[in-house]
């Protein structure tokens, strides 16, 4: 293999799911990168976006953060993040598609990090039962997407309403949401709903997403 075909992009694996019709991962010079429906779902480029919110937001290490709710694993960008900047929180990350947990655990060894836990579950039962439960998190990520697809009730008032309730107070809630054709509109509807929930609001636009912190 020559050294200019090492820094060619090669497709490491290529499959599907009950969920997700195209699963891609892709090796290129910047690491592991994983597509899903033709939508990225981690690499630079996430890390990238991430980064940068939580820069914006002010999401240190300083904050006194035990535990954490990531709600979407993708290729688990936004939780080894997370896990570094916070290596004394337990971290729970949930996905619906068991494909692309064994994916994150395979590929990105996600689960590498002691105080990870990937759980399969529909985001929004996990959620449910969690209140119904009565248990809170310090921070809790939104970060759902089948593809470039985000689901409705990732904007609905009530699963919003129960996200108040499991975010702890004073604790964050932060939300990537895309703000491009029919989420341009739907993206403002969300930034309203979030309003009348939280005291504290601020959104960051950054290319096709939106990002959300209430607290």
Request: proline share 4%.
């Amino acid at each position: 293999m020559s050294f200019l075909s090492s820094l060619l992009p090669r497709v490491v694996l290529n499959t599907s799911s009950q969920y997700n019709s195209n699963i891609r991962l892709i090796r290129e010079w910047g690491g592991l990168k994983l597509l899903v429906n033709g939508s990225p779902q981690s690499g630079s480029y996430i890390r990238m976006l991430w980064s940068r919110a939580l820069r914006k937001f002010h999401v240190h290490a300083s904050q006194n953060v035990r535990t954490v709710l990531v709600l979407g694993v993708g290729g688990g960008t936004v939780i080894e993040i997370l896990a570094k900047r916070f290596p004394h929180a337990s971290v729970t990350a949930v996905d619906i598609d068991p494909t692309i947990i064994n994916i994150a655990k395979k590929y990105f060894e996600i689960d590498k990090h002691p105080n990870v836990r990937l759980i399969h579950a529909d985001a929004n039962a996990f959620v449910t039962e969690s209140a119904k439960k009565g248990k809170v998190f310090d921070i809790v990520v939104v970060d759902i997407f089948i593809g470039p697809k985000i689901p409705e009730f990732v904007s609905d008032a009530t699963f919003l309403g129960l996200l108040h309730t499991i975010v702890k107070p004073g604790g964050n809630l932060l939300i990537n949401y895309l703000r491009e054709l029919e989420y341009q509109e739907k993206s403002d509807e969300l930034a309203v709903c979030l309003s009348t929930l939280w005291r504290h609001v601020e959104d960051m636009k950054l290319y096709n997403n939106r990002f959300f912190l209430a607290r």
